[in-house]
T-cell receptor, first 114, second 113 residues
Framework: GAGVSQTPSNKVTEKGKYVELRCDPI?????LYWYRQSLGQGPEFLIY????????DSGLPNDRFFAVRPEGSVSTLKIQRTERGDSAVYLC????????????FGQGTRLTVV | AQSVSQHNHHVILSEAASLELGCNYS??????LFWYVQYPGQHLQLLLK??????LVKGIKGFEAEFIKSKFSFNLRKPSVQWSDTAEYFC???????????FGQGTELSVKP
């Protein structure tokens, strides 16, 4: 597609459940980023991939969060044992390469943990 | 620690008024600077960016920003706002050619027709 695609657009889950959020980046973009945005805040960095490898995962809040990008294209953010505090909009972005280039953002997945 | 600060949480202007939104960042090495905009119900879109060269950069829709290195600032300006500029504006910084962006907390702009 022309832009970054994220699915689902909305996800409601019960506390303690496992969720997967998917990101399909712009074709040819080698760098892929995940951010989390809480209400009234700017996006907060979680992790980014250069190709298949996680180049920087320093923003992952704890070991319940994990992300993969096995073929260097689509990425999945996985959250185990969800908590109400995980409720936020999860944003994915991609860029041609890391640093010094524009990042293009998807619409985000709104996660609500009840 | 690397951080970005936006001075105004919510700005309300009438159409044709001039706009300036403040953005300051902490020292952390070489920087690339960005302003993103998020219109209601839409995704983040790039307004303008600074990598090097002329510190006054022009973006889309009549926006511009000035990089003042000595003040660690990258303020966004527009001479005359329109109702359609109503949106949330985010300043973001990339340090040392790293991958991640550090965002400010955002400024909500409301333009009254």
């Amino acid at each position: 597609g022309a832009g970054v695609s994220q699915t689902p657009s909305n996800k409601v889950t019960e506390k303690g459940k496992y969720v997967e959020l998917r990101c399909d980046p712009i074709s040819g973009h080698t760098a892929l980023y995940w951010y989390r945005q809480s209400l009234g805040q700017g996006p907060e960095f979680l992790i980014y991939f250069q190709g298949t490898g996680a180049a920087d995962d320093s923003g992952l809040p704890n070991d319940r969060f994990f992300a993969v990008r096995p073929e260097g294209s689509v990425s999945t953010l996985k959250i185990q044992r969800t908590e109400r505090g995980d409720s936020a909009v999860y944003l994915c972005a991609s860029s041609l390469r890391q640093g010094g280039t524009e990042a293009f953002f998807g619409q985000g997945t709104r996660l609500t943990v009840v | 620690a690397q951080s970005v600060s936006q001075h105004n949480h919510h700005v309300i202007l009438s159409e044709a008024a001039s706009l300036e939104l403040g953005c300051n960042y902490s020292y952390g090495g070489t920087v690339n600077l960005f302003w993103y905009v998020q219109y209601p119900g839409q995704h983040l879109q790039l307004l303008l960016k600074y990598f090097s060269g002329d510190p006054l950069v022009k973006g889309i829709k009549g926006f511009e920003a000035e990089f003042i290195k000595s003040k660690f600032s990258f303020n966004l300006r527009k001479p005359s706002v329109q109702w359609s500029d109503t949106a949330e504006y985010f300043c973001a910084v990339n340090y040392n050619q790293g991958g991640k962006l550090i965002f400010g907390q955002g400024t909500e702009l409301s333009v009254k027709p």
